[in-house]
Every structure is written in structure tokens, then in C-alpha cells.
């Protein structure tokens, strides 16, 4: 039978009406194939790399293997050349040179490899009632309650006294211990379930570690005795060495499909490893483009982009000046011609919790990647408002080349708001929008998002470099 003939309103709407287009129903089957593909190798990533310090150790070594050298302060490079740069092991930039001269800029993705997490407290361990305890303080936003009655893996590193570092991944291999923080059984918890999620007591999120004592004597504090010696066994450290210790407790889960059709991924630290692996990937991918493009993986986002390896530091502006200086350059004028994709999460559409969202400006699973022209709070506080010039470029650029995208904000106005380095990026004088990928349950210990998602990210990224 032939196809009706589309009336004269259908034409008009067809030309005039915005319509994002779902994934899942226009993607080819080859299409599909791709980004189920690309899915696997994210999800190795996110296995392997559950701190920032992992992330940028995995980026590091996967960037060496594709050509990557450290970047050397006034070596002269050719278009083509690929270099990198390290900040404190917890952040990291990588650049490809470009074939055009520095005054027309850089082109630049930023993302973060931080995420929500709890981190033990300086002096964090002890003995209660025979059990063996760490105390943690949560990093970033989360919901506290959340974080009960889940396997829990130990990640990060001690600095003894006399300099060495210890690297420390305990539960993540098969057959590791695993922790948790426990939680009270519902027969006796009817107070607890009276009291709003925001009264969950953050000194609450208590981490159980062991309950078997150092058969010796009749000291006290056995349980832990037991615990530390088993921990100068294995890493020759003291209690005092947590003192200056970067540790943390984050989910355990293995990154999986989710789903009858497998069409989505559930893991920890999608928000932002999930932008992080899509822009450094994309970069890998990039031989010489017209513009030098960088990919800067960034700490603390989670926390306001503070520190010395957060972007409201230096060292991305540092950076760019040291380039500039290659060319005669000065690095405000390199940066003020550069343009940038904050890489960054928004909030999925979720069907259970409708009355958060504006459903004509929220982001949608399966529409590819979205655009946040502002996030921030409230009337726009706190975030960057990407020019309508650099937003319709960058549609444009997107439209071209056939990348599934569509427009969202973060939530109702007056319904809460987040941040991203965006705003970062803008106060370097630099155009900037964010993009990134829809998350269901973000800042839960278990995100998830769309396979189809994670590869338009992937496309959006490596034609904006190339552009």
C-alpha cells in the first residue's frame, strides 16, 4: 500500500516543529551493533577506574599506547603531534596539535573523573561493642541513606613517613573482602522511618571492617589491634599513616547491561566518567585536526571544582599559555578564540518522578546527546549561559553530522539545579556550552544510562575536535 500523503498541517509541522528524535527506534541495526560495541570498552573503563587517580593512570597508559608524549615547555611541535600533561596524578590534560595557527584557538572538552563516594576520615578507624569500624566523611552530593546495606570496595593511597606510596583497590578482585555500612532492620526502625531523608546523620555512614580480635591478652581494642596488624602486614603502614591517607569507600558493583534488550548500562561513577571516557576517547581517535584539540580531565567537580586539580585552578589556563608561547602568543589571546564542550551529565527524564521535570525541557534516555544551555539554580544563579551564537553553532555542527541531540535544563526552576565546569570555562573568556549524556539515578551509587547515549556522546565529541 502507498504511503498517505502527508497533509499540508503534517509538511508544515515536519519544517517548523522542533522534534528530538529517539534513538531506539531511528538507529540502523548496524548502528545498534556500533554502540553496543563501544558500550563494552566503556564499561571495562569504569571497572578499572573508580578514582581519579585510576582514571587518569588508565587515560595516561592509553594515551601512550596511541602516540601520546609528556608535553615539554618549549619544544617545538608539528601538526599531529600528541602530548600530555599530569597534574598531581589526579587531573590531566591531553592535546593533539592542529594544522591552523593558534590565533584562531583551541577546541576543547573538559569533563570531570571525580565522583560521589565516601571517604574515610583522617583518623578513621576504631573499635565499638567488638566490631571494627571506619568513620567516613561523604564526598559530594548524595542521599545518605543510599549508601547502606551495599557491598563497598576500598580505593585510594596512604604516603607513609618516609615518602612511599601505597596503592590500595581492596574488593574489586574475586575472592577480596568487601565492607559495609549497615543499616537498621525495619522491626525496629519505626522512629528512624519517621524522620525525613535529610535527618539520615551523616556520622551514621560508619563503614564495618571486622569483628575478630588479636588473641593475645586481655588489652582492650582487640578487634582493632587485629585489623591494623593485618593492614601493616599487607602494607607495611601505621595508624598514623591514615593521617595524610586518600582513601575512600565506593560501591563494589561491576558495571552491567540492564534490561531484557540490553540497551542500557548500570554502574557506579557514570556522572562524569561517562563524558571523561567519550571526550578522551574521541581525542585518541583524532589524527591531525584543523584546530589544536584538548581534552582536560578534571577533579573536584563534585565538590566545586576546588583545588589545585579542579578547574577553578591554573593549571588549564597554564596550560594553554604554554602553548600559546610555542607561537609568540599570548595564552588570553589563545583562549579568548577558543571554544569548548563542558562534558557533562544531565538529569533523565524518569517516568517514576515526573513531578521534578518540565518534560518540554528535560533530557530524554535514548535521544542522544543533550545540550544544557545554563544549569546552575533558581533565576540562572551560579552557572554559565552559553551565548545563542555559540548554541547554534554547535547545533549546527551537530545537525551536519547526523549526531542525535536535544535541549534540556536540569529539573523545574525552582526544583533544585546542579553545576558543572562550565562556568569555569566561561570565566577564561572562552565560548562554552555543556554536553553530555542523560543519567537516570545520578549521584546514586548505582547510575544509568543508554548505550546509544554513550556512543552519540563519543560521535559529538570527536566532530567537534575535528570540526
Known amino acids: ?52 587517580r585510576e582514571a587518569v593512570a ?85 542521599k545518605k541513606y543510599q549508601w547502606t546495606a551495599i557491598p563497598l570496595a576500598l580505593h585510594g593511597v596512604i604516603v607513609k613517613k618516609d615518602g612511599a606510596v601505597v596503592q590500595v583497590k581492596v574488593g574489586e578482585d574475586a575472592g577480596e573482602p568487601l565492607f559495609c555500612v549497615t543499616d537498621l532492620l525495619p522491626h525496629l526502625a ?84 561517562v563524558c571523561a571516557y567519550t571526550a578522551f576517547t574521541a581525542l585518541l581517535d583524532s589524527s591531525a ?40 602568543l599570548e595564552g588570553r589571546d589563545v583562549l579568548t578564540a577558543s571554544k569548548c564542550l563542558s562534558a557533562d551529565v544531565n538529569a533523565a527524564f524518569d517516568p517514576t518522578y515526573p513531578d521534578v521535570m518540565e518534560k518540554k525541557n528535560a533530557s530524554y534516555v535514548n535521544h542522544g546527546v543533550v545540550l544544557s544551555k545554563f544549569t546552575g539554580h533558581g533565576g540562572k544563579y551560579d552557572t554559565n549561559d552559553a551565548s545563542a551564537e555559540f548554541t547554534a553553532e554547535v547545533i549546527r555542527l551537530l545537525d551536519a553530522n547526523g549526531i542525535l541531540w536535544h535541549m534540556a535544563e536540569l529539573g523545574k526552576v525552582d526544583q533544585g539545579g546542579g553545576g558543572t565546569v562550565a562556568k569555569y570555562i566561561g570565566d577564561l573568556n572562552v565560548d562554552v556550552i555543556d554536553v553530555g549524556v542523560p543519567v537516570l539515578s545520578m549521584h546514586a551509587p548505582f547510575e544509568i544510562v543508554s548505550k546509544i547515549d554513550v556512543y552519540e556522546a563519543y560521535r559529538a565529541f570527536s566532530v567537534f575536535y575535528t570540526a
Open 190 to 273: 519505626r522512629e528512624q522511618m519517621k524522620k525525613p531523608m535529610t535527618e539520615f546523620g551523616a556520622e551514621k555512614l560508619n563503614v564495618l571492617i571486622g569483628s575478630r580480635p588479636f588473641k593475645d591478652d586481655k588489652e582492650s581494642e582487640l578487634v582493632k589491634l587485629n585489623i591494623l596488624r593485618l593492614l601493616n602486614e599487607k602494607y607495611g603502614v601505621v595508624e598514623s599513616d591514615f593521617l595524610s591517607a586518600e582513601l575512600a569507600m565506593v560501591p563494589a558493583f561491576k558495571s552491567v547491561d540492564i534490561g531484557f534488550d540490553r540497551s542500557l548500562i548500570g554502574a557506579y561513577g557514570h556522572d562524569d566518567r
Open 1 to 52: 500500500m502507498a504511503e498517505k500523503e502527508k497533509t499540508e498541517a503534517q509538511k508544515l509541522k515536519d519544517a517548523l516543529f522542533y522534534k528530538p528524535q529517539n534513538g531506539a527506534k531511528t538507529y540502523t541495526p548496524e548502528q545498534t551493533a556500533q554502540a553496543d560495541v563501544f558500550g563494552e570498552r566503556y564499561k571495562a573503563f569504569l571497572d578499572e577506574a573508580k578514582m581519579e
Open 58 to 142: 588508565y587515560a595516561v597508559r592509553e594515551a601512550q599506547a596511541n602516540g601520546f608524549v609528556p608535553f615539554e615547555k618549549g619544544k617545538t611541535y608539528a601538526p599531529g603531534d600528541k602530548v600530555y600533561t599530569v597534574n598531581r596524578g589526579k587531573a590531566a590534560i591531553f592535546a593533539v596539535f592542529g594544522t591552523r595557527p593558534l590565533t584562531e584557538g583551541v577546541r576543547i572538552a573538559a569533563a570531570h573523573i571525580d565522583s560521589p563516594r565516601l571517604d574515610l576520615k583522617q583518623n578513621p578507624l576504631y573499635e565499638d561493642t567488638d566490631l571494627a569500624l571506619f568513620k567516613t566523611h561523604y564526598y559530594g552530593g548524595i
Open 289 to 328: 585536526p584543523a584546530q589544536t584539540a584538548v581534552c582536560v580531565l578534571a577533579d573536584k567537580e563534585e565538590i566545586g571544582s576546588e583545588g589545585s586539580t579542579g578547574l577553578q585552578s591554573a593549571f588549564l589556563s597554564y596550560f594553554i599559555t604554554d602553548l600559546a608561547e610555542l607561537s609568540g
